[in-house]
């Protein structure tokens, strides 16, 4: 006879196995153990290759999505001659502000110039840097804004290239956080069985309790008779008078 | 010898008149007669069974709640209502003594007789029902539970023993008993394990007879699914001097009975 | 043969107690017949009631060595919740008697036909007392505890007890405790006199009926 009970208080879980003999009573003991070892394990087995494996799928995919980005955005910056648009944009516009401030001051040079000695002969050499320094600004303007080739319209482009790269970056770290989460679990609900006590060998058979196993027949046909007694004699007394 | 199995003839003879006397006197003929026995204890332990089932759910610390319950309530409800009967059975049945072979400690045995076998009925039916419908395991061990249950009928028998006799000699016992009967409650053992109680309750628990009954009659049902907490010797060692004092006491009263 | 010796029975009274009996002796054989004389309240009834064993004496002992019957009076002995067939039959049961033998003469003797078959509270006394007789004469006792007052009833009745009682069972012993001088010198061979919680067996039923009367 096999009996298994739980023990709610302290979690252990008791095996006890009746057979006629001792020597069967342990060997069917150690044998349902053993089988519920292999159970567990692959109970573990199938809890771990289910939640983990999903979570590596995850990673391997968000990894490939982060080479993507990168190699599309290396294929653009060689394509486009730019490395980083805003850096570059910047550079133009300040060159374009010195180019600015620069002809500001030649202009007042020469409105100087024109006031006190209308006739210097260094006026058109001013006039003409005013001019060329006028066509050097619209030069970087034009490499920043304007036409097919500036800055500004390559910008949307890198952008949209760059935040795919955040973006799988990130999912990239997700991912691995979750597979990590993924591990912890498992580890977590693994099923143990620890043998707590080995199953033991009686030396000399530990069972029946002859004494009790008669003493309990006794007891219980004492109650039933008992029971049935009034049963009967109710139902008897019940009669009404003849 | 041949006294001894005469006198034992006489006696159980008394006895079983004595117990069809209290079926007719206390149900009547009228529709199911003395099966009302049954029904106080039964509705009792189904109902609150049920109560609790539906307030706790169908388990509590991994036992079957009506199993649980019906365990402990009809030992319980056995306790209280013969103690409860045995207050003035004497002066009740004084009539009895004019038939010498009615011994005045029959009328206790009677009254306490009628009430274990009608709970024990009542157990066997509860057990039965619920067993078929699969809310109560089948007995881990007959042996415990039986024993278990004599020992609380011993408790219950000298409780009656010495109620019996006091409740003649003092009418104040007679208005306290119902309430102590219900102070008995927490001490009964019949809504919990000791071993879910804190230990210094669990200690002052084990103080009282009849919760090692109940724990051996609930290791008996429930088996390794509870953890019991009982002493085989307590019970009776506490009953069996109490029940000699009752004894003396019923004898005195039966010294100076006034029999109309 | 029943041996009474220094039976003492008090009752408290209050804070007082009251002796009914102060030591009485008394020895009665089988078939013998005694007469208790004495007035009301002298003790009567409460040595019958020791006699049958209803109550039991604060000193003394009684020793019975033939059956003796419960006493036959008025009150006493019956369930009144219960029909006069149950307690009838509960009465068989504990003296171990077959029922069926005992209702015939029953029913027979008590002549109260379909009252039986109704709870013995809705009798009169008269009716108990004769449900009383009929059994315990069903039962068959060696010595009868009787209190006189049960056989006064109808004549018919009268005639069937004198009959059963001391024609059929003449062998028998009896206690019978009475008023009537005239009952006790027609049956009875011996008398105790009681008063004052005293009582002295007179073999001479005329002695003690002398005393009696002077009392």
């Known amino acids: 006879m096999v009996d298994v009970a739980m023990d709610h208080e302290t979690g252990l879980v008791v095996l006890k196995v009746k057979a006629f003999a001792p020597g069967d009573a342990q060997h069917l003991n150690q044998q349902l153990l053993g089988l519920g070892e292999d159970l567990v394990n692959v109970l573990n087995a199938r809890a771990e290759g289910k939640q983990v494996a999903e979570a590596e799928r995850r990673v391997g995919a968000a990894e490939a999505r982060v080479q993507k980005a990168r190699a599309a955005l290396g294929a653009y910056r060689n394509s486009e001659a730019l490395i980083d648009p805003a850096r570059q944009a910047q550079g133009a516009l300040e060159v374009a502000n010195r180019l600015v401030a620069e002809q500001a001051s030649v202009q007042a040079q020469l409105d100087q110039m024109r006031e006190a000695t209308p006739r210097n002969p260094a006026i058109p050499a001013l006039q003409e840097r005013v001019a060329a320094i006028g066509r050097a600004i619209a030069a970087q303007n034009g490499r920043v804004t304007g036409t097919s080739g500036g800055i500004a319209s390559k910008m949307a482009g890198y952008e949209r290239l760059a935040q795919e790269q955040d973006f799988a970056a990130q999912n990239l770290n997700v991912a691995n956080a979750a597979l990590e989460q993924a591990r912890v679990e498992t580890l977590r609900q693994q099923y143990y069985l620890e043998r707590v006590v080995d199953p033991a060998l009686p030396d000399e058979p530990a069972l029946p309790h002859r004494l009790k196993i008669v003493l309990t027949v006794l007891g219980a046909s004492l109650c039933l008779y008992f029971v049935a007694w009034m049963f009967i004699v109710g139902i008897l007394e019940h009669a009404p008078e003849d | 010898m041949a006294a001894l199995h005469q006198g034992w003839a006489i006696q159980t003879r008394v006895i079983q008149a004595l117990i069809i006397r209290e079926l007719t006197t206390r149900f009547g003929r009228e529709n199911i007669g003395f099966l009302w026995v049954m029904a106080e204890p039964l509705l009792f332990a189904v109902l609150v069974g049920l109560l609790w089932r539906f307030e706790k759910g169908p388990q509590e610390h991994g036992v079957s709640i009506i199993a649980f319950v019906a365990t402990g309530y009809l030992p319980l409800v056995m306790f209280r209502s013969t103690v409860q009967r045995a207050m003035g059975s004497f002066s009740a049945n004084s009539s009895l003594m004019y038939h010498r072979q009615v011994k005045i400690l029959d009328l206790i045995l009677v009254r306490f007789f009628v009430e274990m ?15 078929a419908l699969d809310e109560f395991p089948w007995p881990h061990d007959f042996g415990y539970l039986l024993l278990g249950w004599s020992y609380y009928a011993l408790f219950t028998l000298t409780l009656a023993t010495i109620v019996a006799p006091l409740s003649e000699m003092s009418e104040v016992l007679e208005k306290v008993m119902p309430v102590t009967t219900y102070l008995m409650v927490p001490f009964s053992g019949a809504f919990f394990m000791a071993e879910w109680l804190a230990p210094d309750v669990k200690a002052a628990v084990l103080w009282s007879p009849p919760v090692h009954a109940m724990e051996m009659m609930r290791y008996g049902v429930f088996g390794d699914a509870v953890y019991p907490h009982f002493s085989f010797v307590y019970t009776p060692a506490w009953c069996l001097p109490v029940l000699m004092v009752g004894l003396m006491l019923c004898r005195h009263v039966r010294r100076v009975m006034m029999v109309e | 043969m029943i041996r009474c010796s220094g039976l003492v029975k008090s009752y408290s009274a209050g804070h007082r107690r009251k002796i009914v009996l102060g030591g009485v002796d008394l020895e009665i054989g089988r078939g013998q017949k005694l007469g208790l004389l004495g007035r009301n309240g002298a003790g009567k009834t409460t040595l019958i ?16 060595k033939m059956t003796v019957s419960w006493p036959l009076g008025f009150g006493g002995g019956f369930q009144g919740s219960l029909t006069g067939y149950d307690n009838a039959r509960f009465i068989a049961r504990i003296y171990g008697r077959n029922y069926r033998d005992i209702q015939d003469f029953i029913e027979d003797f008590t002549e109260l036909g379909r009252q039986l078959a109704m709870p013995v509270k809705t009798y009169s006394s008269g009716m108990r007392a004769r449900l009383a007789f009929a059994l315990s004469l069903a039962i068959e006792f060696d010595c009868y505890l009787i209190d006189e007052v049960i056989m ?8 069937k007890c004198h009959e059963e009682i001391f024609v059929k069972r003449a062998d028998r012993a009896l206690i019978l405790a009475s008023h009537s001088v005239d009952f006790i010198r027609q049956y009875c061979d011996m008398a105790l006199l009681i008063d004052k919680g ?18």
């Open chain 3, 198 to 215: 005293e009582a002295s067996v007179k073999g001479d039923i005329d002695e003690a009926i002398a005393l009696y009367s002077n009392l």
């Open chain 2, 117 to 131: 076998i009608g709970h024990m009925m009542a157990y066997l039916f509860i057990a039965t029902v619920f067993y």
């Open chain 3, 152 to 159: 006064v009833g109808d004549q018919n009745f009268q005639r």
């Open chain 3, 49 to 64: 009631k020791l006699i049958g064993g209803v109550e039991l004496p604060n000193a003394g002992r009684i020793e019975r």
